[in-house]
Protein backbone atom coordinates (compact mmCIF):
# COMPACT_ATOMS: atom_id res chain seq x y z
CA UNK A 1 0.00 0.00 0.00
CA UNK A 2 1.19 3.29 -0.84
CA UNK A 3 -1.11 5.52 0.22
CA UNK A 4 -4.62 5.95 1.53
CA UNK A 5 -7.03 8.34 2.45
CA UNK A 6 -7.07 9.74 -1.00
CA UNK A 7 -10.21 11.79 -1.77
CA UNK A 8 -8.62 13.32 -5.34
CA UNK A 9 -6.20 12.63 -7.24
CA UNK A 10 -3.93 12.73 -10.25
CA UNK A 11 -1.15 11.48 -12.29
CA UNK A 12 1.42 12.66 -14.34
CA UNK A 13 3.93 10.40 -16.40
CA UNK A 14 6.45 10.16 -14.02
CA UNK A 15 4.78 11.30 -10.09
CA UNK A 16 1.93 11.20 -8.67
CA UNK A 17 -0.44 13.35 -6.23
CA UNK A 18 -3.04 12.68 -4.04
CA UNK A 19 -5.77 15.03 -1.89
CA UNK A 20 -6.91 14.12 1.35
CA UNK A 21 -10.31 15.09 2.87
CA UNK A 22 -8.64 17.61 5.37
CA UNK A 23 -7.35 19.60 2.24
CA UNK A 24 -3.38 18.10 2.17
CA UNK A 25 -1.40 17.42 -0.97
CA UNK A 26 0.80 14.83 -1.44
CA UNK A 27 3.17 13.66 -4.12
CA UNK A 28 5.77 11.10 -4.85
CA UNK A 29 7.55 9.97 -8.09
CA UNK A 30 10.12 11.54 -9.92
CA UNK A 31 11.06 14.82 -8.80
CA UNK A 32 9.43 14.04 -5.66
CA UNK A 33 9.98 11.33 -2.61
CA UNK A 34 10.06 8.34 -3.33
CA UNK A 35 7.35 7.77 -0.29
CA UNK A 36 4.38 10.46 -0.41
CA UNK A 37 5.14 13.47 1.13
CA UNK A 38 3.01 16.82 1.82
CA UNK A 39 3.65 19.47 -0.53
CA UNK A 40 0.64 21.48 0.17
CA UNK A 41 -2.02 22.27 2.17
CA UNK A 42 -5.78 23.93 1.72
CA UNK A 43 -6.20 22.26 -1.52
CA UNK A 44 -9.19 21.63 -3.49
CA UNK A 45 -7.82 20.40 -7.07
CA UNK A 46 -5.22 19.10 -8.20
CA UNK A 47 -3.68 18.35 -12.10
CA UNK A 48 -0.87 16.87 -13.58
CA UNK A 49 1.32 16.26 -16.61
CA UNK A 50 4.06 15.16 -17.67
CA UNK A 51 6.51 17.04 -15.32
CA UNK A 52 4.59 19.83 -14.21
CA UNK A 53 1.64 20.24 -11.41
CA UNK A 54 -0.76 22.52 -10.69
CA UNK A 55 -3.29 23.07 -7.70
CA UNK A 56 -6.28 25.28 -6.69
CA UNK A 57 -6.15 26.23 -3.23
CA UNK A 58 -9.77 26.70 -1.12
CA UNK A 59 -9.32 30.46 -0.85
CA UNK A 60 -9.19 30.21 -5.16
CA UNK A 61 -5.26 30.79 -5.55
CA UNK A 62 -3.66 28.91 -8.28
CA UNK A 63 0.10 27.56 -7.98
CA UNK A 64 2.29 25.81 -10.66
CA UNK A 65 5.60 24.02 -10.45
CA UNK A 66 7.60 22.19 -12.52
CA UNK A 67 9.23 18.35 -11.28
CA UNK A 68 9.63 18.56 -7.86
CA UNK A 69 10.84 22.55 -7.27
CA UNK A 70 8.63 24.82 -5.29
CA UNK A 71 5.55 25.43 -5.95
CA UNK A 72 4.82 29.37 -7.33
CA UNK A 73 1.39 31.43 -7.12
CA UNK A 74 0.13 32.24 -10.49
CA UNK A 75 -1.62 35.80 -11.67
CA UNK A 76 -5.57 35.29 -11.18
CA UNK A 77 -7.83 37.66 -12.06
Given at each position: LVFSGAVA????SRHSLA????????????GFA????VVMQRVS????GDTATIAI???GALW???G?????RLAWP
Open positions: IATGIRADGSLWAWGETQPAAVAATTAQWDGGTPR
